[in-house]
């Protein structure tokens, strides 16, 4: 790949990532949670998803997906409902702390694996096998993201050139640039709200706005073509 298509690829990757959708939003819930340095887990199962559907282009199972309008409507419908499901999740889900004044802050992002390991503070509620996983899923039942590789993707390919180097190149540049901005931008920002995470009224509200965004993506996701 040359250097002046690798630049264009950069730029385009910059503008997809910082597109919002469902892994920004998992991202900014997981900062504000389990906050900024646990956030990580989540961010690495989305990009995994991200290297399975370069991966699923790149053998031309795309191809099939695109191709046949029931198993595209079954992995749509599947994504749709996890997303709600995180959704409904959020909005159910109970303040770690009490509403009553003096209650105890939030642990900082140095104590999160010692307040994990004692089963204490939000930090606790999830591990990051689990954090890790739900990103998985929230970027792979995605098929849109298929397609959007699918038409992504050949615009960076030569095939006159070996094609493992230059899908490694891809999938490099695609993953390295949203961990970036996942992480560098979504959930730094989502950090820097964290002071309203530390009251159970602060909690509600941000489980709310949460779960109504997830349930918002899902529903955009399953009716919107």
Known sequence: M???????????CVVISFTPGAGA???????????FGRSIWGILGQQAALVIHIVIVALGVGVLVTSSPVLFDVIRY???????????????????VDDAS???EAPDDADADLAAERGIGPEASESRWSM?????????????????????LPQFIRPGEPLAPQYAAIAATVVLVDIAVMWGFFAVAAHAMRRFTRSARGQRTVNRVFGILFIAVGLLLAFVH
């Open 132 to 152: 890790f996983r739900r990103g998985l899923w929230v970027n792979l039942l995605n098929p849109k993201a298929i397609v959007f590789f699918l038409a992504f």
């Open 78 to 96: 599947a994504g749709a409902a996890y997303l709600v499901y995180l959704g409904i999740r959020q909005l159910l889900a109970k303040p770690a």
């Open 25 to 35: 939003i998992n991202t900014m819930g997981n900062s504000l949670a389990y906050g």
């Open 102 to 104: 003096g209650a105890p």
């Open 2 to 12: 040359s250097f002046p298509l690798w630049l264009t690829l950069l730029a385009a």
